[in-house]
């Protein structure tokens, strides 16, 4: 964007990165089952598949709970916590997520050692009617997709339980970056996200994340990411850790660094 302001209009300006608020970050294990049990209570894909046989024991579709000690621990055998936020509009095509979900499914049923699948996508907006009929018609067994509507402080809570964000933002200028990447990558969660022109300056293939350019690429990373789930020496927890390590500036202290300068010299 500061190179098409100078070139085109003239404009000399500063680059000022968009940068996460402080309460994105990565949910701790008994948080995550907070809001699991919460989101249970209204959608199926957070409910666990059967009841413990310990009656003192609270289990969601990824954790469990003991109530006497208050310990909290990943359930074995747990599906893939798959993430997605949008206003449903024409700039983002879900029906790319959609038919690689499909192939996903296929690899599943083809005996590939791959986990079952939760996918939420989050959001309001004009086309979450369309899209909901489409997921209805497709037939998963290993899937599990729900759209649901947020409370805003849940919001960062279940991007820092998930285990990868998809972003499918196409940028109509070629010139703005996805704001919901920017939250991910605050939440420490790596991101396989649609290419378009500038979204190199965010996503970082093979560094934080993986960037894609149809519904096969997009398989095939899926396939990749979650060959062997959870893989403590897999690519997924390579990019979490690169993530941990960069240096992420919060939106203040951005501002701080690269604006206040600007204003006080004036």
């Not at 989101?39 to 024991?57: H, I, K, N, V």
């Not at 009617?129 to 759209?147: A, D, G, M, P, W």
């Not at 899926?222 to 993530?243: E, I, R, T, V, Y």
Request: with cysteine; proline share 6%.
């Amino acid at each position: 964007m500061r190179e098409d302001l100078a070139e085109n209009w003239g404009i000399k300006a500063v680059t000022v990165y968009d940068k996460p608020a402080s309460f994105f970050k990565e949910t701790p294990l008994d948080l995550q089952h907070q809001l699991f049990m919460k989101l249970s209570r209204t959608y199926s894909a957070f409910r666990a598949c059967s009841e413990p046989s310990d009656s003192g024991m609270e289990r969601s579709a990824f954790t469990e709970r003991d109530a006497q000690s208050g310990t909290v621990t990943c359930l074995p055998g747990r599906p893939a916590l798959l993430v997605s936020s949008t206003s449903w509009t024409e700039d983002e095509d879900f029906s790319i997520l959609l038919a690689a979900l499909e192939k996903f499914e296929q690899l599943i049923n083809d005996g590939e050692s791959l986990p079952p699948l939760v996918c939420v996508i989050t959001g309001k907006g004009p086309l979450k009617e369309y899209y909901s009929r489409l997921i209805c018609q497709k037939h998963f067994q290993h899937i599990q997709v729900c759209t649901p509507w947020l409370e805003a402080k849940d919001y960062p809570l279940l991007l820092g339980s998930a285990d990868l964000g998809v972003c499918l933002h196409r940028s109509s200028s070629g010139l703005d970056l996805p704001m919901k990447v920017v939250d991910m990558f605050g939440c420490c969660l790596p991101v396989c996200a649609v290419n378009f022109q500038c979204l190199h300056e965010l996503v970082k293939h093979e560094e934080n994340g993986l960037v894609f350019e149809d519904s096969e690429e997009l398989a095939a990373q899926l396939q990749m990411l979650f060959s062997k789930f959870p893989d403590p020496a897999g690519k997924l927890n390579q990019f979490c850790k690169n993530l941990r390590e960069s240096e992420q500036l919060r939106w203040d202290e951005s501002w701080k660094r690269t604006v206040l300068p600007l204003i006080t010299d004036t």
